[in-house]
């Protein structure tokens, strides 16, 4: 019996000899590109070992001679020029009626806060700021006093450090109102308020070391002294205790300063006549003496007024010159006085660079016009600072209705008094600084 079998078909001859030669150069082609990117793996893997060979021999150059890599490094940083601000602001009073107004009856304590809150940014803001004290934290169990003897509650210190005065001078005619205990305890408060103080000192090893504040790696020294303390004798047992208004004394210390190699010498000055618009002979020639001796910038206070200010280009006496500043007063930053003149003031602010040769150049002086107002019609917390100009703005464009058009009237006279005293001022450009020489 026959089996029908179906047999499996097999592949056209002539078909499959037709594609092998496709298949042979498509293996072909794929040997060629692996070829081609091991070649390139080695060429790659062979540079980049000779690159890491001389990286490697160039690092251990620069290990061995450690000056290629530090040096440079170090003469860039500095060379570079450094830029700060330095604001000032002139007395710091505080008679009865101040410290009576900041007490707070339902807690028993005394609280100066309020009096600032319209010009604290002017100073918390700026990289130092420089006021001076005429008053004493001798405590209250000396009983706080009013003219002739300051004696103000601590508080007054903490509520300073609030809106960033770091450095205060002391060396003033106050300072010994309580006795060298009182003026102890003043410079044990300002310890404790975090504020530095200059010209009043614990002992003669104080006396001896310059006050020095660092300023973005600008140093500068600080030195303060006073003409007197109000015929109030200085122990003689503690004749460190106050700087007083010596050539040799105040030669002695910038000699000090310059010791320390520092980059800036601030003198703090409590000098002139009360209530006087002008400086005196006196203040002019002991301005000379500072500056020919290697101060940059005085601050001078005590006259309870404003008084001018101006900016010098010194030669000294190796043929170099250098900048100088000085404001003979910056009149009282915060009192209860009447006197003309007395309640206006400035919150000056000095723009400093020092170069990439060292050199320190004032580039711009500018002020904030200020005005210690009373506000009779409250019963507490009447007394307040107030930015002038900002105060007439907004009285102008109707935005605070905080004074009356009296109130208003009067900051403009102030406003008046300040620019005839210290310069006329345009406050896109800065001050225009009168020159008294």
């Not at 499959?16 to 081609?36: A, D, E, G, N, R």
């Not at 790659?44 to 150059?61: G, M, P, R, W």
């Not at 339902?106 to 005429?134: A, C, H, P, Q, W």
């Not at 009447?382 to 900051?411: C, G």
Request: charged letters at 25%; aromatic letters at 10%.
């Amino acid at each position: 019996m026959g089996r029908n079998i179906r047999r499996k078909r097999l592949p056209n001859k002539r078909t499959f000899q037709s594609t092998k030669p496709y298949i042979k150069i498509l293996i072909f082609s794929i040997f060629i590109l692996l070829l081609v990117l091991f070649c390139l793996y080695l060429y790659e893997f062979y540079k980049n070992k000779s690159n890491y060979d001389e990286l490697s021999k160039s690092a251990d150059n620069i290990i061995i001679d450690s000056n290629e890599i530090s040096q440079p490094t170090e003469e860039v940083k500095e060379n570079e020029p450094i830029t700060f601000n330095l604001t000032a602001i002139g007395d710091v009073m505080c008679h009865n009626t101040q410290y009576m107004d900041a007490y707070n009856s339902s807690t028993g304590e005394y609280d100066f806060s309020y009096v600032f809150e319209d010009i604290k940014n002017y100073i918390k803001f700026s990289d130092i700021s420089v006021g001076s004290l005429e008053t004493c934290f001798a405590g209250e169990d000396k009983g706080y006093s009013n003219y002739p003897t300051f004696n103000s509650p601590d508080s007054l210190a903490y509520a300073l450090s609030d809106i960033g005065i770091d450095v205060l001078s002391t060396a003033g005619n106050h300072c010994l109102d309580m006795g060298f205990d009182g003026l102890s305890r003043t410079i044990d408060v300002l310890d404790n308020a975090k504020i530095s103080h200059v010209g009043t000192y614990k002992s003669q090893e104080e006396q001896n070391n310059i006050l020095i504040k660092n300023v973005k790696g600008i140093n500068i020294a600080f030195l303060n002294c006073t003409y007197g303390t109000n015929g109030i004798s200085i122990p003689e047992d503690k004749p460190y205790c106050v700087n007083l208004i010596d050539r040799d004394l105040i030669k002695k210390h910038i000699d000090l300063a310059k010791s320390k190699d520092v980059d800036l010498i601030v003198a703090c000055m409590h000098w002139g006549n009360e209530y006087q618009t002008t400086p005196s002979n006196e203040q002019k020639e002991l301005s000379d003496f500072l500056f020919s001796n290697g101060v940059d910038i005085i601050l001078g206070n005590h006259p309870h007024v404003l008084q001018p200010m101006e900016k010098r280009t010194i030669t000294l006496e190796d043929g170099t010159t250098k900048d100088c500043f000085v404001i003979y007063a910056s009149g009282n930053f915060i009192c209860d006085q009447n006197a003309e003149n007395t309640r206006n003031s400035i919150i000056l602010n000095l723009n400093i660079t020092k170069n990439s040769d060292g050199k320190i150049s004032i580039n711009k002086v500018t002020y904030t016009p200020i005005y210690m107002y009373k506000n009779s019609n409250l019963k507490t917390k009447k007394m307040k600072l107030l930015d002038i100009e900002k105060t007439l703005s907004n009285y102008e464009n109707n935005t605070d209705n905080s004074i009356d058009l009296n109130t208003y009237n009067l900051l403009k006279t102030q406003l008046e008094k300040i620019n005839s005293i210290v310069g006329g001022r345009d406050r896109g450009t800065g001050l225009k600084i009168p020159i008294f020489i």
